[in-house]
């Protein structure tokens, strides 16, 4: 016999934890328990945003790939996570995947049960709306910081070019290497204040001096 979903469950979620409690009584049943085995994909990037997940037991990872093939881990989250809710309320594809570290346990939820339960209770929209509110604003933080992670990487691929294996880089202009690197003076500038001060690198007038070229081979990847 498959165990039923109490609505006190879908309450330790952030994202259904202010709703009314006749909304979770109607959503939990609409809900069932499921199995993810470690290292199992919970859904891909590009599925449908046709569910959301609440993770009960266990730990996930967000995985994003971007289009040059790179995947890179946005976020690790454990038990009363709520996954896929962005996509689901939206209609959209998956803008990630979600695979198991461990194995996990976690409750599913259909998008067609959980519209129906919104037209039923209006208010339950505006705590919705809220929480969806605040997930966004933190995702356009970790964008913004892998952002800047591959600037850093561009800027240090291209000294390593320059240098041509050597320890310094004559005629260094910092328009030139914001050009090539897609960024702008003021962020190229704000990096090499960054490495002057771990010490990797020295600028002396227009050249600059890799101090610690291991250190920028590293940055490059």
Known sequence: MIAEVAPARLRDTALLENLPEDA???LAKHCRYM????????FHQGDPGDSLYV?????IHIVR??????EIILATHGPYYAIGELSMVADQPRTGSVVAVSDCTLISLEREAFVQTCNRVPEMMSSILSHLGLRLY???LLVREHALKNVESRIASLLMLL????????DLRVPRIARATATDADTVTLFFR?????????LEGQSLILKDMDAIRELAG
């Open 138 to 140: 933190e995702m356009n």
């Open 194 to 202: 960054k490495w002057t001060k771990l010490g990797y690198i020295a």
């Open 24 to 26: 979770l009584i109607d």
């Open 55 to 59: 993770l009960v037991d266990g730990q």
């Open 35 to 42: 199995e993810l085995p470690a290292g199992e994909t919970l």
């Open 65 to 70: 790939v971007y289009p040059s093939g790179e």
């Open 163 to 170: 240098a041509r294996d050597t320890p310094r880089v004559d």
